[in-house]
C-alpha cells in the first residue's frame, strides 16, 4: 500500500479557492499523492453559492481509481444528493471495516459560510441513516456539528462542555471519531478544536485565533490534511494538532480575495 496515497472527493469551486482545490493544495503541503474526483460542479462567487450539480459518475470514477493501487486514506467533502450520500457511505464502511483498515474523513458540507443549504432535511436523513453508521472520522465546524447533533449553534459557540455532548451524541449515532474545529467560536477566545473518541477523555487543541476573515476552503483543508495525517500512520490527535497548525498558517499566509467558505 502507499503510504501517501489519499482519494479525496469533494466539489468543484468555479471560483477556485475551496473544494478540490483546497483539497489538493493541503494534500501536496503534507507530501501525499492526490487523487481527487469531483462529486460536483458548483457556481459560486466569493460571497455565494448561486448553482450545485450532482455528478452521479463520481462513484464509478472512484471505483476505477483504485486500479492505481490502495489508498491510504479517504476524504469525503461535498456531497450533494442522497445517491452521493449513501454511495460515501458504502466507500466509508468499506474502508473503516475492511482489511486493511483505511481511515475515512468526512467533512459534512451542509450550508455555505453564505446560507446556501447543500443538505435539504432529506439529505440529512440520508446522513444519519447511512453515512454517520458507516464509522467516519467526522470534521464539523460549530455550525455543522449543532445541525448534526441536533443541537442550537450559539450555545455551542459560548459554551465548550455542549460541544463534547454534541460529538459524543454523533459517537453514538456510529461515528468513530470527531473532531470539531473550533473557528467559528467566539471571536474574543482563543481557537478550541475538540477531539472525542469513544472510551477517551476529550482533548482539546488551542491556539490563538488569527486575526482577519480566514480563507475560503479551511474546513477542506483541515480534513484533507488531517486525512494525510491519518495516512501516514499518525494518531489522530497528533494528526489533528498538526491539520489544525497548517490551517493556521494558511489564514495566517492569507487569501486576497478572501471570505470564508467550502464545497
Known amino acids: 500500500m502507499s503510504e501517501?496515497?489519499?482519494?479525496?472527493v469533494g466539489g468543484i469551486d468555479s471560483s477556485g479557492r475551496a473544494g478540490l482545490d483546497a483539497d489538493r493544495e493541503a494534500a501536496a503541503a503534507a507530501e501525499c499523492e492526490a487523487v481527487a474526483i469531483a462529486s460536483a460542479m458548483t457556481e459560486q462567487d466569493l460571497f455565494e453559492v448561486s448553482?450545485?450539480?450532482e455528478r452521479l459518475l463520481w462513484p464509478r470514477e472512484a471505483e476505477e481509481s483504485r486500479k492505481g493501487g490502495a489508498f491510504a486514506a479517504l476524504k469525503f467533502g461535498l456531497l450533494p444528493g442522497v445517491s452521493s450520500i449513501v454511495e460515501a457511505a458504502r466507500l466509508v464502511a468499506r474502508a473503516m471495516h475492511g482489511a486493511p483498515r483505511v481511515p475515512a474523513v468526512v467533512d459534512p458540507v451542509a450550508i455555505s459560510s453564505g446560507g446556501y443549504r447543500f443538505w435539504s432535511e432529506r439529505e440529512l436523513v440520508a446522513v444519519r441513516d447511512s453515512l454517520l453508521v458507516a464509522g467516519p472520522v467526522l470534521t464539523p465546524n460549530l455550525d455543522e456539528l449543532a445541525l448534526l447533533a441536533w443541537e442550537d449553534a450559539e450555545a455551542l459557540a459560548a459554551d465548550p462542555s455542549r460541544r463534547v455532548a454534541a460529538a459524543e451524541r454523533l459517537l453514538q449515532a456510529g461515528v468513530s471519531a470527531v473532531v470539531a474545529t473550533g473557528g467559528h467560536g467566539p471571536e474574543d477566545q482563543p481557537s478550541q478544536d475538540l477531539v472525542v473518541r469513544p472510551g477517551?477523555?476529550?482533548?482539546?487543541?488551542?491556539?490563538?485565533r488569527e486575526p482577519g476573515p480566514g480563507i475560503r476552503g479551511s474546513g477542506c483543508r483541515f480534513a484533507t490534511a488531517l486525512a494525510c495525517g491519518l495516512a501516514r500512520g499518525e494518531d489522530l490527535v497528533a494528526a489533528a494538532r498538526a491539520a489544525g497548525d497548517y490551517v493556521a498558517q494558511r489564514i495566517r499566509e492569507g487569501d486576497p480575495e478572501n471570505a470564508e467558505g467550502g464545497s
Open 4 to 8: 501517501r496515497r489519499v482519494l479525496l
Open 51 to 53: 448553482s450545485v450539480e
Open 200 to 208: 477517551e477523555e476529550p482533548v482539546w487543541i488551542e491556539r490563538v
